[in-house]
């Protein structure tokens, strides 16, 4: 299986900065095909998670333009340009590239 | 409007069956892998297995294979998850979602299905 490695795994921001977070795999999420399927959730408490990101930087219908991602072959990043408040939770990436597909093990994001 | 509604919360005893379901409206949902989400207390995402409606195609994670059946029925839309026999480290919040294959991610998810395993 591959392994997913997020760090850090609690991060504390003050609302207006940015944020980062990394995710590693164990090996290289490029698939076959080209593409390379890695993305980003997001779970507030109480709350099922929501796609934010799909194949390392596109932005799920809906999601705010300060959510961004990128990396390539084994590292990727989720940044967020401004943190607000809904922005609180946790947060995952996914490998989709290879079954079974893996999460990370969740970045908790909170408010200085 | 895409929605997956999950069957409501379970509290069974150890050793008894279970079966929990998913049904899906606002979308083909024969064109799109249903996937399962294990989030034990307090703890992350673990994924657990999709199926294929169209054709029953199932693949499990080996942490789960042999522990649980997916299962689904694209008459009623339906995604089933179930066990036959549940232990006490069952005890979990399950989430279904849709997994879309061009996006490489689970998109769209139910509202969750609390299991409690308790003697």
């Known amino acids: 299986d591959i392994v997913m490695t997020q760090t850090p795994l609690s991060s504390p921001v003050t609302l207006g900065q940015p944020a980062s977070i990394s995710c590693r795999s164990s090996?290289?999420?490029?698939?076959?095909?080209?593409?390379?399927?890695l993305s980003w959730l997001h779970q507030r408490p109480g709350q099922p998670p929501r796609l934010l990101i799909y194949?390392?930087?596109n932005r799920f219908s809906g999601v705010p333009d300060r959510f961004s991602g990128n990396g390539a072959g084994t590292d990727f990043t989720l940044k967020i340009s401004r943190v607000e408040a809904e922005d609180v939770g946790v947060y995952y990436c996914?490998?989709?590239?290879?079954?079974?597909?893996?999460f990370g093990q969740g970045t908790k994001l909170e408010i200085k | 409007e895409v929605q997956l509604v999950q069957s409501g919360a379970e509290v069974k005893k150890p050793g008894e069956s279970l079966k929990i379901s998913c049904k899906g409206s606002?979308?083909?949902?024969?064109?799109?892998?249903i996937g399962w989400v294990r989030q034990m207390p307090g703890k992350g995402l673990e994924w657990m297995g999709v199926?294929?409606?169209?054709?029953?195609?199932?693949r499990y994670s080996p942490s789960f294979q042999g522990q649980v059946t997916i299962s689904a029925d694209k008459s009623i839309t339906t995604a089933y998850l179930q066990w036959r026999s549940l232990k006490a480290s069952d005890t979990a919040m399950y989430y279904c979602?849709?997994?879309?294959?061009?996006?490489?991610?689970?998109?769209?998810w139910g509202q969750g299905t609390l299991v409690t395993v308790s003697s």
């Open positions: 194949k390392i930087s």
């Open positions: 606002g979308f083909r949902f024969t064109n799109y892998w």
């Open positions: 199926i294929y409606p169209d054709d029953s195609d199932t």
């Open positions: 979602a849709t997994y879309d294959s061009l996006k490489g991610g689970f998109d769209y």
């Open positions: 090996q290289s999420l490029v698939h076959s095909n080209g593409n390379s399927y």
């Open positions: 996914m490998q989709a590239t290879q079954f079974p597909h893996t």
